[in-house]
């Protein structure tokens, strides 16, 4: 089996094979994404392997850069600025800025320009019954001139059209008329859910990515079939959970996210192999650090999730939080001469000071290495040089009064203290207690940040996987094949709506079993979000009974749904009537995943340290600029099961640094995974 992150500095490719971990790592070209995957998978041997699973910020990142094709909008009419009003929701840190304007509106960078936003003459009802008829020669008109302005997709998406799609489907096929074989995606298919801006913005969204990726997978799979590939080839979605690639590129408005998704379900699964179902999740990159919460060994999952602030996608997608802390997160000074790091970074290019490729502000890589956590010797394996010299030089060029120590110092001071707010606050967000959860720290940067932040955080450990910095990509061989179809219809939870539910479950049932072929091996789960009557909001995932939906059955829905929005709230109404919003089913199809090998106990030589290192700077030590500490230095490949360090200690290995703070411990585990406490813990 082999998976493939690409992200947006480096593509990682990860394999198992006769029971062994293979990685290699091959640097992102934004010019021809499939080539270094192509590339990563001809290292690995792509030939013999029976499924290839691939995750990408590809279609993340061209919607942030606002690199896209350009596309139509047609809705109806009186409707084309839904796109720029959004749900007309402030950032906490802009309620009383007058200035600030959500980053894809018309002020700004909208994804679809307003002159390509056209209204169309027709309206729906909400019970799915015609207002108005479709005005044929006036939406003829409207699509005339988005093939005048040479679109290279449309977005269609019209009031009600969950409930009758019969206007959009009309729409489609005057688009492939006049325009001709463009992709168009129609919000009916693409999101069957009620509140309108949603499913605009998410059908904007799908066509998008329609055409980023129609040409990309077309090139991938023919790349992988030229190297020898037969086997499946599959794309994580925003849950991290695999499609085959022509389910995937059908709504491919789901793969948008499916990156950083996939780190969570690494951590799902290894957690479950050492014994630890609840973790808090931090993958460190150059540029952000990504938290999410596992609880009972299940990542915690929402119906949707946001690309920027209020630019909302309608998919099963795994509860992230992104704050920009990373390795690359610049070093700067604040309006009152304070040290301040991130959220900006140095990515790829120029990159951190010591780089030597033209930067010149520290970077939190270059606070490591004045610290002498980084080896300027063994960097990356021994394949980067980076300059201690640079880094000094680019710390000094702040404009502060502070000496050096102590800006060196301050500065990993508070890069630890953003990721432990960080995480706190994910924490805190999602209800649970930090002392009951280990922190799963992975990425490139995260060993070596992360076990500081024990203390502030609370946690119960801090765990360092195997092969940390290409974590998220085995979380790929780790997750299940997954099919989903869900539809919007607001039906009151009682005995008159009972066979009308009863339908719109067999309707869905059917259309999954169609997307699934022959597949019989399968777990079938109903879940519907309801509300209480009067609410604007819905509890999601409530648990819906199989079988056929009689009275009964939906005073089981209801007696869930009560249990659910306790559970979730702390607060149970049993005397307000329930109302369902949307009704979902999913199948889940269960894969091979990847083994971890277990690590052999030590026996007969003792562990040696393969020498030591002097760290400066440190908060434990005093504020003199020639304080010290030594840390001894092991290789991670040389460890066994059993072994302990005792901090401050560095682990080396070929894509990641780990460093044990003095006053903690470390102990290694079964699979190789290194478990840090504080002295004073068991």
């Known amino acids: 089996m082999i998976a493939v992150d ?79 009003m959004g749900r007309v929701w402030r950032p906490a840190d802009a309620i009383l800025d007058p200035g600030w304007r959500r980053s894809f509106g018309d002020a700004a960078r909208p994804l679809v320009d307003r002159y390509l936003r056209r209204g169309i003459a027709e309206r729906m009802l909400a019970d799915g019954a015609v207002l108005f008829d479709l005005d044929e020669p006036q939406a003829r008109a409207e699509i005339e001139v988005l093939r005048d302005c040479g679109v290279a997709g449309v977005a269609i998406c019209l009031i009600n059209a969950y409930v009758n799609p019969a206007h959009e489907q009309r729409l489609r096929e005057l688009v492939v008329e006049i325009i001709g074989d463009v992709p168009v995606s129609i919000s009916s298919e693409v999101s069957p859910l009620a509140k309108e801006y949603a499913r605009a913005s998410t059908t904007v969204v799908d066509s998008l990515m329609k055409i980023i990726y129609a040409d990309y997978s077309r090139r991938l799979d023919t790349g992988l079939h030229d190297l020898g590939f037969s086997g499946q080839l599959n794309f994580a979605d925003c849950a991290a959970t695999l499609v085959p690639v022509e389910h995937a590129m059908a709504r491919p408005f789901r793969v948008v996210f499916s990156g950083p998704a996939a780190g969570t379900v690494a951590c799902a699964h290894f957690g479950s192999m050492i014994g630890e179902k609840d973790l808090l999740c931090a993958d460190v990159g150059g540029t952000s650090c990504d938290i999410s919460v596992v609880t009972g060994g299940e990542p915690f999952v929402n119906t949707s999730f946001e690309l920027e602030h209020d630019l909302v996608v309608n998919a099963l997608a795994n509860d992230i939080s992104s704050i920009g802390a990373g390795g690359g997160s610049i070093v700067h000074i604040g309006t009152h001469g304070e040290i301040l790091v991130g959220p900006d970074s140095a990515r790829a290019e120029p990159g951190p000071a010591c780089f030597g490729r033209g930067g010149t502000q520290p970077t939190t890589t270059d606070t490591a290495l004045m610290i002498g956590i980084l080896d300027p010797d063994g960097f990356a394996g021994g394949e980067v040089f980076i300059d201690r010299e640079l880094s000094r030089k680019a710390f000094e060029s702040l404009d502060c009064e502070l000496t050096l120590g102590r800006r060196v110092r301050h500065a990993y001071e508070m890069a630890v203290h953003n990721m432990a707010e960080g995480v706190f606050n994910v924490a805190i967000k999602n209800g649970v207690d930090p002392r009951d959860h280990s922190l799963m720290a992975f990425g490139a940067a995260g060993p070596m940040l992360l076990p500081a932040v024990l203390d502030a955080v609370q946690c119960k450990q801090v765990v360092i996987p195997p092969s940390p910095g290409l974590f998220s990509a085995l979380g790929l061989l780790s997750a299940d094949q997954v099919f989903a179809v869900q539809r919007s219809a607001y039906l009151m939870l009682d005995d008159a709506h009972a066979a009308r539910i009863d339908e719109i479950f067999a309707e869905l049932d059917a259309e999954l079993r169609e997307q699934l072929g022959g597949a019989t091996e399968v777990e079938i789960h109903r879940s519907m979000d309801a509300h209480l009557v009067g609410q604007s909001w819905d509890t999601p995932f409530v648990p819906v009974p199989d079988g056929t939906l009689d009275a009964a059955a939906i005073a089981t829905m209801v007696a869930a749904f009560h249990e659910t929005y306790e559970s979730r709230s702390g607060n149970r109404f049993e005397m307000i009537p329930v109302e369902g919003a949307t009704f979902r089913v999913r199948a889940v199809l269960r894969t091979d995943k990847v083994e971890y090998p277990q690590l052999p106990a030590r026996a007969g030589e003792p562990l040696v340290a393969s020498g030591t290192r002097v760290l400066r700077y440190l908060g434990d030590l005093d504020e003199t600029e020639d304080a010290e500490q030594v840390a001894h230095v092991y290789d991670r490949a040389s460890l066994r099961a059993g072994d302990v360090l005792t901090g401050p200690a560095i682990v080396n290995e070929g894509l990641s640094t780990t460093h044990i703070g003095a006053g903690q411990h470390a102990t290694v585990g079964a699979y190789g995974e290194i478990v840090i406490r504080r002295n004073n813990a068991s």
């Open 6 to 84: 690409v992200g947006g500095t480096f593509t990682d490719v990860v394999g198992w094979r006769d029971g062994q971990i293979l990685t290699t790592k091959v640097s992102t070209a934004y010019d021809d994404v499939a080539a270094p995957v192509l590339a990563g998978a001809a290292r690995l041997g792509v030939e013999d392997s029976m499924v290839f699973n691939h995750a990408s910020t590809h279609g993340l990142n061209a919607i942030i850069t606002r690199n896209l094709p350009k596309i139509g909008f047609l809705t109806t009419e009186g409707h084309r600025d839904i796109l720029d």
